[in-house]
């Protein structure tokens, strides 16, 4: 089973959560997925993709939620691969069994001409089985390897979440604060163009 978990948690310091989140994952026998850090105006955000052992996700859940001041939203999935894994192996049973007979007439021919065209065959059939063993040790990694992606800001808006509530008064007054706040700046950087140009306009 593949499982893929998502967390929305609100901080007071992106940064250093973010480095917890990282030491954790690797301390724990897992890896950093990928991690991006912006300062909007507004605050600061995150988003850590990290991977861990299956083994561990609920331990490591358990952590990273008591990082957070509040754990805004949560999710997870898991995947059966089972019949992925048993198709992809069967396909690759069925190509070795072709290839190995290919290699038993490839050892008894004697014309350069079917040589060749056997080597061709026998190569495609090899490439084609190598991919399906890369497509079946990534399953089998996915697999092992939990992937956890950490959504981390100061502030719940700027977090991605399905809010439990239809009206909210104090997200609502937030939206607006933030609103006013983008216009005045607005407002703010025209005034300063008209400014500087007006040694142009003014004459």
């Known amino acids: 089973v593949i499982q893929e978990s998502s967390l929305s948690l609100l901080v007071k310091n992106v940064t250093e959560v973010r480095d917890k989140i990282v030491k954790y994952a690797q301390d724990s026998g897992g890896y950093m997925v990928s991690s991006s850090t912006s300062n909007p105006q507004d605050s600061p ?15 490591t859940l358990g952590f990273f939620r008591s ?11 898991g995947k059966d691969v089972t019949d992925q894994y048993v198709d992809i192996n069967t396909r690759i049973a069925q ?10 007439i490839l050892a008894q021919a004697t014309q350069l001409n079917d040589i060749t065209n056997l080597t061709k065959q026998i190569l495609t059939y090899q490439n084609e089985i ?14 092992e390897l939990a992937k ?3 959504y ?9 979440y399905s809010p439990s509530e ?14 006013l706040v983008g216009t005045l700046r607005k407002l703010a950087t025209l005034f300063i163009w ?4 007006s040694v142009v306009w003014v004459p």
Do not use: C, H, W
């Open 45 to 59: 955000t995150s988003t850590v993709v990290v991977r861990v052992p299956s083994a561990k996700l609920e331990e």
């Open 67 to 77: 990082l957070s001041i509040k754990v805004v939203s949560e999710n997870l999935v």
């Open 95 to 104: 190509l070795e069994r072709t290839k190995t007979k290919l290699d038993e």
């Open 130 to 143: 190598d991919s399906l063993k890369g497509q079946q040790d990534a399953l089998m990694k996915n697999a």
């Open 148 to 150: 956890l992606t950490i």
């Open 152 to 160: 981390l800001s100061t502030d719940e808006i700027a977090l991605p």
């Open 166 to 179: 239809t009206f909210r008064p104090s997200v609502i007054f937030k939206l607006a604060v933030r609103s």
């Open 194 to 197: 008209i400014g500087v140009y």
